[in-house]
């Protein structure tokens, strides 16, 4: 029995940080959190696939790079990023000649909806319970 009981790991790689590393990653805002690749893949690994979280995520990532290159808003990538959105987003987008400043509220909206989820909220909940459980 104890060695099943060793064999099961968080499936998110908590298992594979410090202690130290996990009370940043709680010490963190959502804005933080989302800036921290390694974070986001600890994220994206305990979310189940079809939960709205990952869409977010990916939005939220989409937008961040949208804001460091010249956009093309005829290429289908762009299009299917703008389907993307919340109908008010999506055409913010496409009337605005200021285009960084609707993505920067599309990052906002989505990190909103993100750190409002019910699954960031138990991926958090279980790093809480990590940190107690570490070394003690």
């Keep these: 029995m104890s060695k099943v009981v060793e ?5 998110c790689g908590c298992n594979e940080v ?9 010490n963190k805002t959502v804005h933080g959190f989302l800036n921290d690749e390694a ?3 600890m994220l ?12 977010y995520i990916a939005i939220v990532q989409q937008a ?9 808003k005829s290429s289908d990538e762009w299009e299917d990023f703008v389907d993307s959105l919340l ?14 400043a609707v993505l920067e509220k599309v990052v906002l909206e989505y990190s909103r ?24």
Excluded: M
Excluded at 44 to 55: G, Q
Excluded at 87 to 100: F, I, R
């Design 7 to 11: 064999c099961i790991k968080c499936i």
């Design 18 to 26: 410090t202690r130290d590393r996990i009370k940043e990653l709680l």
């Design 39 to 41: 974070a986001v893949d």
């Design 44 to 55: 994206r690994k305990y979310v189940p696939k079809e939960s709205n979280t990952h869409k």
């Design 64 to 72: 961040k790079h949208y804001q460091t290159i010249e956009i093309d």
């Design 87 to 100: 109908e008010d987003l999506a055409e913010e987008l496409e009337e605005s000649s200021d285009s960084n």
């Design 113 to 136: 909806r993100i750190d409002k989820s019910t699954d960031f909220k138990n991926f958090n909940s279980n790093l809480r319970d990590k940190y107690k459980q570490r070394f003690r």
